[in-house]
């Protein structure tokens, strides 16, 4: 199953194709595009395993046009 990642502080000219080159660019494989909103995204990764090496990897510490992207599990709204 896979899991879905919250990415949080994204500058508004982030692109979705720039937050796949950034997991990419980590080896870590992505099910489908990110769904971009304004400040935030969603991501889809392969599997847990996965999602939780681009926690380890990615939150915190990256940066994206000057902004230092923010990685959490998605709760889906029901469960929150």
């Known amino acids: 199953m ?4 919250f990415v949080d ?5 982030t692109t979705a194709d720039e937050l796949q080159e950034l997991f990419k660019e980590h080896s870590l494989p992505l099910l489908s595009l990110p769904r971009m909103r304004r400040r935030f995204a969603f991501v889809k990764c392969e599997d847990n395993q996965a999602a939780l090496r681009a926690l380890r990897l990615l939150s ?4 994206l046009h ?14 929150r």
């Open 66 to 79: 000057g902004k230092t992207l923010w990685f959490e599990h998605s709760v889906p709204r029901g469960k």
């Open 9 to 13: 502080n994204l500058a508004p000219e």
């Open 60 to 63: 915190g510490r990256v940066e």
């Open 2 to 5: 896979a899991d879905c990642l």
